[in-house]
Each structure stands twice: as structure tokens, then as C-alpha cells.
């Protein structure tokens, strides 16, 4: 079960990339991303307000903490990638650009034994490393492949890795457990408020007319927003910080394939070496929990455990 959760994270993640790019086509990141959250807003507050039964018992803290997160893993991160990918980033590329998807894994098992007690083994550190080793070559392959990006538009995803690992720590410290409806619908809710903002402020709220655009706004919704970031808690969850984040590993090289098959972008050997050595990174980071670093994952998940001393 949990591998084809994993599976399918990886692949409905993967496709916020690929969705990004065909909207980068026919409209500016900021329409794409309203037309993307306001509709789906819209849809959520109806369901909401047709089921309340998983609203029982929230207090205006719950839903503040969450609009946070929404925030900062929606908001932050997305502006990010939509915003390299209008610099000329390829896909792929952005996929891990500047260690959204690569030293994050990294970052958040050097903070999740201080700020969580879900330690990392040294197993799991090898994991990590060799992970960051893989997307290092299909960042280097991209970059070298001249794909028009400034230099610079490579280091714009350094915010995002930030906002997402902060995101991911506000979630698992502590804190009332909401339902994933209550948790989706506030954090597109919250998405959507700030991108009609900052559409309307910029003057690019009128969606364009072309297909394309609609297509784009589709695949986002579906697969990237109720599959991607639907599994994303689900797998944090269940399985812990550090491991949903080493499947983070995968989405780059993945997202390469995707782009190759889709746009033409480049894809050589060293990218598919790239993809070898970021699914050997997430085995042995799976593989090399400790029973200590279960135990804790299990208890900043709310389970009640008593530690083995």
C-alpha cells in the first residue's frame, strides 16, 4: 500500500511541473495560478458547507495555523517554480532546481531529530547524500544542455525549498489534527485569496481564451492539486518527515522524462544516470529507518508510544 502511495505521489507531484508549462504557454504565472486555487476554492467551501461534520470543534487557531501552511505550501512554493519556468528553467530542471526537490530531503532530516525527535540513521543519511548526488547530475545535464535561463533563475527556488520545508515542520509540530477536506479546502482557499490578489493588483486576472489554458488548469487541479498535495500529507502521515521528502528525490528525474516525452526537452545519459541514483537514494532511505527514528515518527504523529530505553 504504501508503495503505491508512493508511486503515485511521485507521478501526481511530477505533473504540477508538466502543468506549469503548458500554462506558461498562454498566460502569465499568476493568472494560471488564480485560474488554478479560485474555482477549486469555490467547489471546496460548497462541499464544506454541505458537510460539517469534520468542521466540528475548529477553533479560529486551527484554521489560522492552516492558512499559514497553505501559505507557505502553496503560495510560496508554487510562485517559485511558476516563476522559473517564465525565466526559461526547463521542467525537468525545475523539478529541483536549486534544491527545491534535492538538498530539501536533506534539510529536513537535519531538522527533524532537534525540532521533531524523528532522527535520522546513518542508513538514512547515506540515502540522503547519494539522493543529492543524483539530482546534481540531471541539474547539471539541464544546465549545461542551454536551455536560455540566466545563471541566475537557477537560484530562484532556493525561497521555495524554504517555504515547503517550513510547511512541512508547522505541520508535524504539534497542533489540533484537522481532516485532509478541512486541510485542502483552507489551504486552496488561502491560495486562492492571495493569487486573485496578486493577479488583480498586476492586471492579469482575465484568463485567456485558449484551449490550452483551460487544459492546464485541468491537469493542475486534478492531478497536482488533489493528487499531489492530497498524498503529500497523507504520506507525512503515515510515513514521516524524512521519508516523504527523500521521495522528493524522484521528481526531478521523473519530471525530465515527462518533459522529453512532452516538449522536446533534453534528456541524455547523465539524466538517467541522475534518475539510477535518486531511486537507489529513496530504497535505502526507506530501508534504513531505525527502530528509534519509528518510534519518534510515530510520536510527533500523535500515536502514543513509549520509548525503549
Known sequence: MNFLLSVAFVLCWSSGFIGAKLGAGSASAVTVLMWRFLPLAVVLIVVAALSRTSWRGLTPRDVARQAAIGVLLQSGYLL????????????????????????????????????????????????????????????????????????????????????????????????????????????????????????????????????????????????????????????????????????????????????????GEPFGPQAALGLAVGLVAVVIVHRGGTPSSRVWAKAARGVSVKTQR
Request: net charge positive.
Open 80 to 263: 517559485t517554480v511558476y516563476w522559473a519556468i517564465g525565466l526559461g528553467v526547463s521542467s525537468g530542471t525545475t523539478a529541483l532546481t536549486a534544491l527545491i526537490d534535492g538538498v530539501q530531503p536533506l534539510v529536513a532530516g537535519a531538522l527533524a531529530g532537534p525540532l521533531l525527535r524523528q532522527y535520522v540513521s546513518r542508513g538514512q543519511w547515506l540515502g540522503l547524500c547519494l539522493g543529492v548526488a543524483g539530482v546534481a547530475l540531471v541539474t547539471t545535464a539541464d544546465a549545461t544542455a542551454g536551455t536560455g535561463a540566466a545563471w541566475w533563475a537557477y537560484l530562484v527556488p532556493f525561497l521555495g525549498m524554504f517555504s515547503l520545508v517550513a510547511a512541512t515542520f508547522l505541520e508535524s509540530r504539534g497542533g489540533s489534527r484537522v481532516a485532509p477536506t478541512v486541510s485542502m479546502t483552507v489551504h486552496c482557499v488561502t491560495s486562492a485569496v492571495v493569487f486573485t490578489a496578486l493577479a488583480v493588483a498586476t492586471g492579469a486576472a482575465r484568463p485567456p481564451a485558449e484551449l490550452s489554458f483551460w487544459t492546464a488548469i485541468t491537469w493542475l487541479v486534478v492531478l497536482s492539486t488533489f493528487g499531489g498535495y492530497g498524498l503529500y500529507w497523507l504520506i507525512l502521515r503515515r510515513s514521516g518527515v524524512t521519508k516523504v521528502n527523500t521521495l522528493m528525490f524522484l521528481m526531478a528525474p521523473v519530471t525530465a522524462v515527462w518533459g522529453a516525452l512532452m516538449f
